[in-house]
């Protein structure tokens, strides 16, 4: 979970501070500081001034990416402290620190310099000023240019003139107030990360401090140079830390006697420091009384025994007042105040020095580790943790050296819990108790454990195919590695992806999440590009199914084009198949999506998605609900298509193609223009549009002249001028409610009907936390109807036979539809059902084929050719239409059913002749025949009816083949008349099974081996692609020889070494086909399979031919 209560206390804190006074008291002892949040690291020093007879103290508010400097302010010696007042805003990234510096110079002007971050970046140091005692400010500016000063610090010496001092190898002073900055070069190298501080003994007499880094004994020294003129040269260095003591951050401060104090940053060593590099950090002070000629040895000003550092100083009445970092109680570094000689560093809480957890594991626990000190000895460590809002423990630790905590009473104490699982979000805190039973609360291991794996299921019983998400939509390479990927039509052939990703969103107005953080837009998203992950929850992903996977069996070995498992068979599903899908989001609103897909011939080339929308208060995986009377405004569920049609043509027309650049998008039902009444659905669609780049020819319906350089996704020879992107593809609306208390369907929606660029900022990058990004996603949800539409923007008359414009109007992407609903409320309880289907349609393979080729033959003209490609508009309305009739508003879908498939579908090679057999089980819709389809070369040919069989039969024999040709078929069952009733457009007479429950994918041949028959005559060596390809474990390869000879058959990996031997004999004239294992340890790879002739007057083989193989485990 994502916590932002640190922002808020701030808040609260500057409201209330003003109507109650914050006390803050004597500094008898260091006080923690009050304006700041004990549950947030501080990543910024404080400033103290003292003037007027006020003290200011200037901190940052600690926010990122973008974070303030406040000044507070006390006139009553630190008793009480006013509201504060805005000095600077500047970006910082998170863990960046902020290092401030101040000085009141002689006019009264209060000058602050701060730098951002360790790491010298140009323009991160800032300079601003007040001229009225910090009731206003200028805005940030740079010191010099760009100039990046790692630490710096302001002074101005006794003449009145400013000095900045941090930068490597150059002071900057001032001489009019800090209106302007000049660089003086120091005469001596330093580190970038040196910290230097400097004082004025009187008008010519200047000494600098700083710290230098040891890298032989990993400690920082404290050294002083002196300036007899005003800094326009220095002495040789001289040491200051004379031990073994690491110091670091020098701070120096005179008293009006003279006498200097300097403070540091000391570091000494704990007794995990051998082993784990942990030290014991306190700010540390010592006295100079002859103008820093000598010096006192070192004093601790604070005694904690965890981190004390990252102070500063200023003069608080002649005397020093000190602000510092502190991690103490609160396991975090908070701002203390305290003053040297005043306050007395009594406060030795135990400290957690260090805490350590193991590495994440689904299902497995987690191992915890503290490392722990205290002045008087540890009494008992308890973790507690929350796991998904729900507080556990507290546990105890143990020191025994038995719980992964190191050796017994060292100290680290160590304990396992869980296990754990996905999406779990764990918080852990320690709770360490000394042996005077102290007990101080510290902050551990923020663990988010990953997603649930993204599930992918395909719905392809159909002639329309696509694949699922359980994410909830259908991002760009969400399933492989492949923008053009799914929404296939027809199914059976290749290369038919239409859709390049879908994008939903959830968009809410005025939304305060679990967390009590504002949001003027919450959106969520899944897609176009992003994931979804932490946005969407998955709960349930199933694919169901109204009877069992029928089995396609082709020698011995299951063919299926979507290897798949059926998660659950219902007979009672009103559909065929079905994915159901449920998930909870970070708005409190579960998504319960079923997408439903209808096998019956008539009807199988759309998909009905269905979501009901229940705000249940749960923003996450676990049942525990977090907003349970959260009342969300202003919803809007939208959803984005970039379709891109289609795969086929991508590579022969252009490879922009795939990413739909070409893609022409048209909407009906919008109000825009006046639509025919018979097309007075609510819809968006697109076609293949006119490729500006493509020049050889009118690509409208892709005609496929030519076979590409590289030869993908086109066949070598279908080069005929078939129409290869014909297809027409959209979503229309079925049902949308009303209301949460009315289900009736608005014929108002979707609310938006638009087109957006594809490759606009909003649709990548997408953060349920970025309120900017939201606010512009959010118009986009709620944004109406566009005008014009897109179709009409390119082409403005209309005129698509004759295309003139680009479908791309200059974007590098295209354009995608955008459908949205709303806007909606949604009560505790209360739930809104949105349906749409998806569909294809077009010319048929036929047609397309003629029209193609006569175009390419120049018998008809592009227009003509056009004409007929844009007929496949009306044959998609009329598959919209009959999606809108099967829905039939909600009441239960309408199409007669038609009969079951086989159960089983078994294909065998034989010798001369194919075996077949089925088995029905009878039930369903009554079935009157059976018929088989056949085709020979690849699955995706055209198919012959070659048996009709009676419902007894089982088994066919198909003798009228060809040896060295490679055949796939399919069943079917055809049903009684009597069974279709002709609802929802279903033409009449006998429906018949989908061809794709009993499709086979792989190929068979006649298993003949030896001589050949004497009526048959082969005048040719030929050897033949292996089947399966790619294979696992096992394939056929299959040669033929017009002669008798010596054979050998031989397999070799791709360094040319021989893996096996599959024939080395004579062998007389004939077909022949063997069986290659890749049993036995082979690897995943390629292979290459030689056959090689011998006769008897040719030693060396007067044939010779090799292919290549893929095995894939």
């Known amino acids: 979970m994502k916590k932002s209560r640190g922002f808020l206390l701030l808040i609260f804190l500057l409201i209330n501070s003003s ?71 500047y970006p910082r990234v998170a863990e960046e620190m902020i290092f401030i510096s101040g000085t009141v110079s002689s006019t009264g002007r209060i000058l602050i310099i701060f730098s951002i971050g360790e790491i010298p970046t140009n323009n991160k140091t800032k300079i601003v000023h007040s001229d009225d005692n910090g009731a206003s400010w200028s805005l940030p500016q740079n010191v010099i240019g760009s100039a990046y000063i790692s630490y710096p610090k302001i002074t101005e010496a006794t003449d009145g003139k400013l000095w900045i001092v941090g930068r490597i190898n150059y002071f900057f002073y001032s ?16 580190s970038i990360n040196t910290s230097f501080d400097l004082i004025s003994l009187d008008s010519l007499n200047y000494l600098t401090v700083y710290d230098k880094y040891d890298s032989n ?58 082993n784990y590099n942990i030290y014991q950090q306190n700010v540390s002070f010592r006295k100079s009384t002859n103008s820093g000629d000598s010096w006192d040895a070192t004093t601790n000003f604070t005694s904690y025994l965890g981190f004390d550092g990252t102070q500063n100083i200023c003069n608080y009445n002649d005397n020093p007042l000190v602000t510092f970092l502190s991690d103490r109680w609160y ?36 191992s915890f580790r503290a490392f722990v000190g205290s002045s008087i000895g540890i009494q008992k460590i308890e973790l507690l943790y929350e796991a998904n809002n729900i507080l556990q423990g507290p546990f105890p630790m143990f020191d025994d050296g038995n719980h992964d905590d190191g050796l017994a009473g060292d100290n680290i104490w160590g304990i396992n819990v869980g296990p754990f699982s996905f999406y779990d979000v764990i918080t852990a805190s320690f709770v360490v108790t000394d042996n005077n039973s102290l007990s101080v609360t510290f902050p551990g291991s923020s663990l988010v454990f990953p997603a649930l794996p993204v599930q992918n299921k395909w719905l392809s019983i159909g002639s329309l195919h696509n694949w699922y998400s359980s994410r909830g939509s259908e991002v760009e390479e969400g399933y492989v590695n492949q923008q053009q990927y799914g929404l296939r039509w027809p199914g059976i052939y290749k290369y038919q992806d239409m859709q390049a990703a879908k994008g939903f969103w959830i968009g809410a107005a005025n939304f305060t999440d679990e967390n009590a953080r504002f949001f003027p837009y919450k959106v969520v998203h899944v897609g176009p590009r992003v994931s979804g992950e932490f946005e969407f929850y998955q709960k349930e992903f199933k694919l169901i199914s109204k009877f069992d996977k029928p089995e396609v069996i082709v020698n011995t070995i299951p063919s299926q084009i979507y290897p798949y498992q059926l998660d659950e068979v219902n007979p009672d599903l009103p559909c065929d198949r079905m994915i159901y899908n449920l998930l909870n989001t970070q708005l409190g609103i579960t998504v319960e999506r079923k997408i439903y897909q209808f096998s019956q011939e008539y009807h199988s080339n759309y998909l009905i998605n269905e979501y009901t929308f229940t705000n249940t208060g749960n923003v996450d995986y676990d049942d525990f609900i977090e907003l349970p009377n959260n009342t969300i405004n202003g919803i809007y569920f939208y959803y984005l298509f970039r379709w891109a049609i289609n795969a086929n043509t991508r590579y022969a027309i252009g490879n922009a193609t795939g990413w739909g650049i070409n893609t022409m998008l048209d909407t009906r039902g919008d109000g825009i223009m006046g639509d025919p009444p018979d097309e007075n659905f609510r819809a968006q669609y697109a076609w293949h549009g006119r490729f500006t ?100 923007a390119v082409e403005p008359l209309g005129n698509f036979s004759e295309p003139t414009g680009d479908p791309a109007l200059g974007t590098p992407g295209g354009f995608s539809a955008a459908n949205g609903y709303g806007p909606y409320t949604l009560g505790p309880g209360e739930s ?9 349609d077009g010319i048929d393979r036929e047609t397309a084929i003629n029209i193609g080729r006569q175009y390419k033959w120049g018998q008809i003209t592009a227009k003509q050719k056009n004409e007929i490609v844009l007929t496949g508009k009306d044959s998609l309305f009329q598959t919209f239409r009959k999606g809108i009739l099967n829905y039939n508003n909600g009441n239960g879908f309408l199409i007669p059913q038609s009969p079951n498939p086989p159960t089983k579908f078994k294909v065998n090679s034989g010798e001369d002749k194919v075996y077949l057999s089925w088995s029905h089980t009878g ?12 085709t020979s070369g690849s699955y995706d040919s055209v198919y012959t009816l070659i048996h009709t069989a009676f419902p007894v039969d089982t088994s066919f024999i198909d003798s009228a083949i060809q040896r060295g040709i490679t055949y796939y078929y399919y069943i079917q069952s055809i049903g009684d008349s009597l069974d279709n009733d002709g609802q929802a457009m279903t033409p009449s007479g006998s429906l018949r099974s989908s061809r794709y429950y009993t499709q086979t994918y792989d190929p068979v041949s006649s298993t003949l081996t030896g001589i050949l028959g004497g009526n048959v005559s082969l005048n040719e060596y030929k050897l033949y692609q292996n089947y399966p390809n790619p294979f696992n474990p096992i394939t056929k390869i299959s040669w033929q020889s017009p002669i008798s000879s010596w054979q050998a058959l031989k397999v070799f990996d791709v360094l040319g070494n021989e893996v096996a031997t599959l024939v080395n004999e004579y062998k007389p004239a004939g077909y022949y086909e063997v069986e290659f294992s890749a049993n036995g340890g082979l690897p995943s790879g390629v292979y290459f399979y030689r056959l090689q002739v011998y006769t008897a007057n040719s030693g060396a083989g007067n044939y010779l031919e090799t292919k290549k193989m893929l095995l894939v485990k």
């Not at 570094?333 to 957690?352: A, F, H, R």
């Not at 369903?924 to 059976?930: D, M, Q, T, Y």
């Open 693 to 792: 780049h493509f020049i050889t020819y009118d690509n409208i319906g892709g005609p496929l002249w030519s076979y590409p350089g590289d030869g993908l996704n086109v066949e070598k020879g279908d080069t005929v001028g078939r129409l290869g992107a014909n297809q027409f593809t959209g979503v229309v609306t079925l049902h949308a409610d009303k209301s949460a208390s009315d289900n009736s369907d608005d014929s108002n929606q979707p609310f938006t009907t638009s087109w957006e660029g594809s490759d606009e900022p909003l649709t990548s990058g997408n953060d349920a936390f970025n309120d900017q990004k939201m606010a512009g996603e959010y118009a986009w949800m709620s944004k109406g109807h566009r005008s014009p539409r897109h179709a009409y």
């Open 19 to 89: 109507v109650f006074p914050i006390r803050i008291g004597d500094f008898s002892k260091p006080i923690r500081f009050p304006f700041q949040d004990s549950t947030k690291i501080n990543y910024c020093q404080a400033q103290t001034l003292f003037t007027n007879n006020e003290i200011l103290l200037f901190y940052s508010a600690n926010n990122s990416p973008e974070d303030t400097i406040f000044i507070t302010r006390s006139s009553d010696n630190g008793e009480n402290w006013s509201t504060p007042v805005y000095v600077a805003s």
């Open 832 to 840: 809104i059902t949105i349906v749409w289907a998806e569909a294809a």
């Open 923 to 934: 039930l369903g819709p009554s079935v009157k025949l059976f018929e088989i389809f056949r």
């Open 175 to 190: 001489t009019n107030d800090g209106n302007s900055w000049s660089a003086r070069n120091i005469g001596f190298t330093n």
């Open 331 to 366: 396991g975090r570094n908070q701002i203390w105040v305290g003053q040297i000689g005043v306050s007395e560093d009594s406060d030795s809480p135990p400290v957690l020095y260090k805490f350590e957890n193991s590495g994440i594991t689904i299902n497995a626990p987690i």
């Open 217 to 274: 004994n990993d400690t920082y020294k404290i050294y002083f140079r002196k300036s007899t003129n005003s800094g326009d040269s220095w002495s040789a260095e001289t040491i200051i830390t004379e031990t073994d003591r690491s110091e670091k951050r020098p701070c120096l401060f005179k008293e009006s006697n003279g006498t200097l104090w300097l403070v540091t940053q000391s570091k000494d060593s704990t007794s995990f420091t051998p």
